[in-house]
């Protein structure tokens, strides 16, 4: 069945950067459009970023120049690289893909940016 499982969130200080990862399973990863989102406690889960099948990229406005998304379909895998990190980019981080109508996410891993 389809898995997705993040890895790389941590406590780092503003400014810092950081990498995450989303291993997946159980399906075509090359084929699909993969997306990174977050939410911070008592806040509604926000997109962060999204990259096709073909690699053409989106990201929201708030982490624009910032964060880097990108894939190694020779590992089935999706990458978040941010830098310049903000406290208000503390939040829980979740991988999520369309797959077969059907959405998944994973157990999403934390970022914690704190002094």
């Known amino acids: 069945q389809v898995q997705l499982v993040e890895s790389g969130g941590d406590l780092v200080q503003p400014g810092g950067s950081l990498r995450l990862s989303c291993a997946a399973s159980g399906f075509s990863f090359s084929i699909y459009d993969m997306r990174w989102y977050r939410q911070a406690p008592g806040q509604p889960r926000e997109f962060v970023a999204s990259?096709?099948?073909?690699?053409?990229?989106n990201y929201a406005d708030s982490v624009k120049g910032r964060f880097t998304i990108s894939r190694d379909n020779s590992k089935d895998t999706l990458y978040l690289d941010m830098k310049n990190l903000l406290p208000r980019d503390s939040a829980t981080y979740y991988c999520?893909?369309?797959?077969?109508?059907?959405?998944?996410w994973g157990q999403g891993t934390q970022v914690t940016v704190s002094s």
């Open positions: 999520y893909s369309f797959v077969t109508r059907t959405e998944y």
């Open positions: 990259i096709s099948e073909t690699n053409r990229t």
